[in-house]
């Protein structure tokens, strides 16, 4: 293996790595991770990692991406929130875990994307007149949902770095 080699997949594993800590802050990091595969497998023309595995990691991209989304709506629908809030839910989950990512090293961010998708639920409910027991309730339930979406995309995030290492060993 050359020094070029082994530098590519050094560099290939750190952008795997930072993009999966880019999806504690809302971002793609899944499909970040993909397109740095991608480009790994073309400037090293397949040697290392296969087609059949980028397919493989283009489905895991597709999944994330989908399932992240889904199951913070999936929740805030059972619970009643409106169009508005689960938008209002969305923006503020990113929001928030822009404005806490420097606190707690990095876990701060977490809790801005609950808190934040918490507070957009909840004050959309609140302007839509529901009781504030009400508009607690569907804070509560996209705040969950939050959480529960940006688990599972880091979960299969980290699959896929675990895939590229496998298929490179």
């Known amino acids: 293996m050359t020094a070029l080699n ?3 997949i050094i560099l290939l594993l750190l952008i795997m790595t930072v ?18 595969v991608l480009m790994f497998v073309i400037v090293t023309k397949a ?3 296969g087609w059949t595995t980028v397919a493989v990691l ?7 991406e989908l399932g992240e989304w889904l199951l913070g709506i999936k929740d805030s629908r059972k619970a009643g929130v409106s169009r508005k809030g689960i938008a209002a839910s969305i ?3 990113v929001a928030g875990s822009i404005a806490l990512a420097p606190f707690l090293l990095g876990i701060g961010a977490i809790l801005g994307a609950v808190l934040g998708a918490f507070l957009g639920a909840f004050t959309v409910s609140l302007m839509e007149n529901k009781p504030a027991a009400d508009a607690l309730y569907k804070g509560w339930i996209s705040a969950i949902g ?13 699959v896929m770095i675990v895939v590229c290492i496998v298929e490179i060993l």
């Open 58 to 64: 283009a489905l895991m991209t597709l999944v994330a």
């Open 91 to 93: 923006i503020g989950g």
């Open 47 to 49: 040697h290392f990692i």
């Open 19 to 36: 993009s999966t800590i880019s999806i504690v802050f809302g971002m793609p990091g899944t499909l970040v991770s993909f397109l740095a």
């Open 6 to 8: 082994i530098f590519l």
């Open 146 to 158: 939050r959480l529960k979406g940006t688990i599972f995309k880091g979960a299969i995030s980290i």
